[in-house]
T-cell receptor, first 113, second 114 residues
Framework: DGGITQSPKYLFRKEGQNVTLSCEQNLNHDAMYWYRQDPGQGLRLIYY???????QKGDIAEGYSVSREKKESFPLTVTSAQKNPTAFYLC????????????FGQGTRLTVV | AQSVTQPDIHITVSEGASLELRCNYS??????LFWYVQSPGQGLQLLLKYFSGDTLVQGIKGFEAEFKRSQSSFNLRKPSVHWSDAAEYFCAVGAGNAGNMLTFGGGTRLMVKP
């Protein structure tokens, strides 16, 4: 089945540690996105990529980093510089084109302990 | 920059009753509008989308939405709510460029009373 796979579903991190969230898609989409979700705030864009080896910052990129070495993969690293990393993280992908819909993974819940 | 407002954070309706979730957007050009639904701890599923043409859009699970340019609104409706519709609903507007970065509203949590 085509889709987007995020792993792990739950992740615990100690303060001061970096952690990487995985996102893989087999939809042959060129564009991929990372969103952060906090209660009552909707989804906020962290980073996006429209093509391999290229990505741009979204609205809340500070404390995060990404890479796009393969079309299928767009991992997100939450660094120790992110002051409040506990959140639900959603990865999405879409075709590149005006108004194309985004398809979402099942999310990763990150908790800092 | 575009923005989306969902004025109602929580809504409770009785099963079988009609539903309307409000969405107002701000965007300088022709908007590309979406409604997504999210069950607890899950990703988002597309309910319907509006690009152009008929302003009344039909979606999955019996939902529909109406685009009203004069009111900058894209409200979601369902004539008869089922208990399984309890979830969080997000309205989003897409940027009219080569990518499709979505700007989301804050969401409306729907609860359904038996």
């Amino acid at each position: 089945d085509g889709g987007i796979t995020q792993s792990p579903k739950y992740l615990f991190r100690k303060e001061g540690q970096n952690v990487t969230l995985s996102c893989e898609q087999n939809l042959n989409h060129d564009a991929m996105y990372w969103y952060r979700q906090d209660p009552g705030q909707g989804l906020r864009l962290i980073y996006y990529s429209q093509i391999v080896n290229d990505f741009q910052k979204g609205d809340i990129a500070e404390g995060y980093s990404v890479s796009r070495e393969k079309k299928e993969s767009f991992p997100l690293t939450v660094t120790s510089a992110q002051k409040n990393p506990t959140a639900f993280y959603l990865c999405a992908s879409s075709r590149v084109g005006i108004g194309t819909e985004a398809f979402f993974g099942q999310g990763t819940r990150l908790t800092v302990v | 920059a575009q923005s989306v407002t969902q004025p109602d954070i929580h809504i409770t309706v009785s099963e079988g009753a009609s539903l309307e979730l409000r969405c107002n957007y701000s965007y300088g050009a022709t908007p590309y509008l979406f409604w997504y639904v999210q069950s607890p701890g899950q990703g988002l599923q597309l309910l319907l989308k509006y690009f152009s043409g008929d302003t009344l859009v039909q979606g999955i699970k019996g939902f529909e939405a109406e685009f009203k340019r004069s009111q900058s609104s894209f409200n979601l409706r369902k004539p008869s709510v089922h208990w399984s519709d309890a979830a969080e609903y997000f309205c989003a507007v897409g940027a009219g460029n080569a990518g499709n970065m979505l700007t989301f509203g804050g969401g409306t949590r729907l609860m359904v009373k038996p």
